[in-house]
């Protein structure tokens, strides 16, 4: 059974900027769900095309990979390709987690868990790249490099899945947390967590992401899931 997030349920007298630590892993499967709109479909949408654009025998790369949803998600949909799944992630207690449910579970691929930082992943003979909320925590002016690498390490007719929070109005950011009252998050706790992504989370707007991603030389770049403030973007090469 999944704990329930309640990481800023509690007044803090100083917020500190948002990690990815033990607290947060404890309780993260309960905090995707309830914070991030559609995330359960953003995960059937990715198993869709993994289905449709994974090659027998190449990679797949999942950054970000947390406690490797999407990696296992792509597992169970792809049972007879013989995929090498890398899922990385920079936050050691997000990787033992991982590492943990690995070896307990029926794989019918590889799945690679490493412990690396998305700007510096060597990416190669990959046939579907993901990065589920993860470039939205990495500096700005890095993320046209990274994106460049993703596209370079990609095999021709491969897929690049893009979610993220973006820049948006303040009406819709207001019907977000309308969003998350009704999920069961208080006023103090949306507060809280908002000031603690301040310095750690700079979304960008949906426009400069598919032009960064056209600009690195992905052919077709198309949104295919928006809620709120929340896209996923399908580049192809």
Not at 5 to 19: G, L, M, N, T, Y
Not at 43 to 49: H, N
Not at 68 to 90: C, H, M, P, R
Request: aromatic residues 10%; negative net charge.
């Amino acid at each position: 059974m999944n704990n329930k997030d309640q990481v800023f349920a509690e007044r803090f007298s100083e917020i500190k900027s948002f990690a990815f630590d033990e607290k947060v892993v404890a309780v993260f499967p309960d905090m995707i769900k309830r914070s991030v709109p559609g995330y359960d479909t953003i995960l059937k949408g990715i198993a869709m095309l993994a289905q449709r654009y994974t090659q027998p025998q190449t990679h797949v790369y999942d950054l970000g990979a947390s406690l490797g949803a999407v990696s296992l998600t792509i597992d169970q949909t792809v049972d007879k390709k013989s995929l090498k799944i890398f899922a990385a992630d920079n936050a050691p207690a997000m990787i033992k987690g991982l590492s943990e449910k690995l070896s307990s579970v029926e794989l019918n691929n590889e799945i690679v868990p490493l412990d690396a930082d998305v700007a510096n992943l060597s990416i190669e003979n990959a046939s579907m790249v993901v990065s589920n909320f993860t470039l939205q925590f990495m500096p700005v002016d890095s993320r046209k490099n990274v994106c460049q690498n993703i596209y370079n390490g990609l095999n021709e007719g491969g897929v690049f899945v893009l979610s993220e929070k973006v820049q948006s109005s303040d009406l819709l950011i207001d019907y977000y947390h309308g969003y998350k009252k009704i999920n069961g998050y208080s006023d103090m706790e949306i507060a809280q967590k908002r000031q603690a992504l301040e310095d750690s989370l700079k979304p960008d707007s949906l426009n400069k992401w598919c032009e960064r991603l056209s600009d690195v030389g992905f052919s077709h770049v198309e949104v295919w899931f928006r809620a709120f403030n929340f896209v996923s973007i399908v580049a192809i090469k």
